[in-house]
């Protein structure tokens, strides 16, 4: 395992004219971050973490990134597959197919997935059913590609850990993985300490199985030393005894300052992932 960073925790910074993708990439290598998950967009909109869906400059991107000692190890699409209306639903189809297609060429190994929302209280089973023919469809050109689709525990539909595991096994291919973003499970988690919610930690160990990614929300650093809601040792040693050796991709939600912390708990993440190993 490795601490990496997603482009989700610099949003603040991407507002700036002079921060962009290259930028990005240099400033995460200074802090010696391994690897990246960078932020695409959706269906007719690149978002100013990429920059570009133009495979050459990609390349080039990629190659920059690598000369300040970083990887990408997701592109991080969006996406709805739950729409009923079907010229709403298709682009985003068509638009995942394009990413994965190119993660292929680029050889990133990772797309992280997502589901959808439920939007009609009449027919969540109909949504339901369109969400994993969205995603059967995507899956054959991932395996082509040979790219996982790293499904989140985000959106509404088949949003639980149970969901994320149910709907792995219901696809059945090992294109088809995981990325658990454990906190998700639980609004206001990071507010608990300490933390009582088990099941916050069993929902990650049952993600972490199927897992080719994982996400972990950081708010900051407590008074202790320990990172604001999380007893990480544990969360560590849960992907370690599930077999996932993978990043952990920090995504900052602390306040005021996103970016300003992030090395320090670098420092208290790659300290437990050490710890697991003795």
């Known amino acids: 395992m490795h601490s990496a960073m997603h482009s989700y925790s610099y949003r603040d910074r991407f507002q700036d004219d002079d921060f962009g993708p290259r930028e990005f990439l240099s400033e995460v290598g200074s802090h010696g971050f391994a690897s990246v998950e960078i932020m695409t967009g959706g269906p ?16 080039e991107l990629q190659a920059f990134g690598r000369d300040q000692g970083v990887e990408i190890h997701c592109l991080s699409t969006y996406n709805d597959f739950s729409f009923l209306d079907p010229t709403a639903r298709q682009p985003m189809v068509d638009d995942l197919k394009k990413w994965i297609r190119l993660a292929g060429e680029l050889g990133v ?10 939007s009609d209280a009449d027919r969540p089973e109909e949504q339901e ?9 995507v899956e054959r050109v991932a395996a082509e590609a040979e790219v996982y689709l790293a499904l989140e525990n985000h959106s509404t539909v088949f949003m639980s850990a149970n969901d994320v595991v149910f709907v792995i096994k219901q696809i ?5 993985t995981a990325c658990p973003d454990p906190s998700n ?5 990071h507010e608990a300490r300490p933390n009582p919610q088990n099941f916050v930690y069993a929902g990650a160990a049952k993600m972490a199985e199927h897992a ?10 407590d008074d202790d030393g320990s990172l604001i809601g999380w ?20 995504e900052s939600i602390i306040p005021d300052d996103l970016t300003g912390q992030l090395p320090e708990i670098k420092t208290i993440v790659d300290a437990a992932i050490v710890r697991s190993a003795s």
């Open 231 to 250: 007893d990480i040792d544990r969360l560590i040693s849960i992907y370690k005894n599930a077999g996932y050796d993978g990043p952990i991709t920090f």
């Open 129 to 137: 059913k369109l969400v994993l023919e969205g995603i059967a469809e």
């Open 109 to 118: 190994p990772n797309i992280r997935l997502l589901t959808g929302y439920f």
């Open 44 to 59: 007719g909109r690149i978002q100013k973490d990429i920059g570009t869906d133009d495979l050459e400059a990609l390349k």
């Open 172 to 176: 059945g291919s090992p294109w088809v």
């Open 212 to 221: 080719t990614n994982s996400h972990l929300k950081v708010k900051g650093i």
């Open 185 to 189: 499970q639980l609004p206001g988690f």
